[in-house]
């Protein structure tokens, strides 16, 4: 017979992979062309009036996603930072992004270390195919002579998307950026000299999200050492 402690955990694996489904299967509708006349914007250029139902002032959506991250058990929490990892990773929901961020945020704040290994490594590895694909191509612009070739319509979309799981991940994730620092310098040197206007957006914005979560990580942090002996 299994004890209750077992029955419990059970029933919250169960609980917590049913309300990631459901996550996913909202976060896919709010993408879908029916909703796209309500929430229509671009990745990563939100403003206030383009925000969906899930985060109008009244929703709870945010306060649900950052309590899931929170109080999962560490093993539990592990297994539903993999699968929302492997969701984000396996599709572009462009106008889905601030949700998306969200998402990307609590799980940073959660396990830092756990969404840097399932979602800011692979994340990382799929920009740098973006960006040798963009460079093969043709698609940067050029220091002396100012041309380029446009990147598709496709292009600019996926690098967007993937730029914003980015710059949400930043603020919170802390040291674990140093472990990718050569590459994440790398892939914005080469994204903010792309020709499509959105991705040098998107870009900087990632930067400017670097540079708050490096500076903000220590003074955040100061009294982590107090409290633990307290």
């Given at each position: ?7 419990l ?6 609980w ?14 709010v ?25 109008n ?12 991250f ?14 929302t990892?492997?969701?984000l ?34 994340l990382?590895?799929?920009?740098e ?19 380029s ?9 996926t690098?967007s ?9 930043f ?9 990718y620092g ?37 003074p ?9 002996r307290?």
């Amino acid at each position: 017979m299994k004890d209750d402690e077992d029955v419990l955990c059970e029933f919250t694996e169960a609980w917590a992979d049913e309300l990631l489904s459901r996550i996913f299967t909202i976060l896919e509708n709010v993408d879908s062309p029916e909703g796209g006349g309500e929430h229509s914007s671009h990745a990563g250029a939100a403003d206030e009036e383009d925000l969906s139902y899930l985060l109008n002032e009244n929703s709870m959506f945010r306060p649900l996603v950052e309590l899931l991250f929170a109080r999962l058990p560490e093993k539990m929490r592990q297994r539903a930072i993999k699968r929302t990892s492997k969701f984000l990773l396996g599709t572009t929901l462009s106008s889905a992004a601030p949700e998306a961020s969200i998402l990307c945020n609590a799980m940073a704040w959660a396990d830092p270390r756990s969404t840097s290994c399932y979602l800011l490594g692979p994340l990382i590895s799929l920009l740098e195919g973006e960006c040798d694909s963009m460079i093969n191509s043709g698609h940067q612009i050029d220091a002396d002579s100012g041309s380029s070739s446009q990147l598709s319509k496709v292009q600019e979309t996926t690098l967007s998307w993937k730029l914003c799981l980015l710059t949400s991940m930043f603020y919170h994730i802390g040291p674990e950026i140093l472990v990718y620092g050569d590459k994440i310098k790398q892939i914005l040197r080469t994204l903010l000299r792309s020709p499509s206007l959105t991705v040098q957006t998107n870009a900087g914005r990632a930067l400017s999200s670097l540079l708050i979560g490096l500076v903000s990580y220590y003074p955040m942090r100061q009294y982590e050492g107090i409290v633990s002996r307290t």
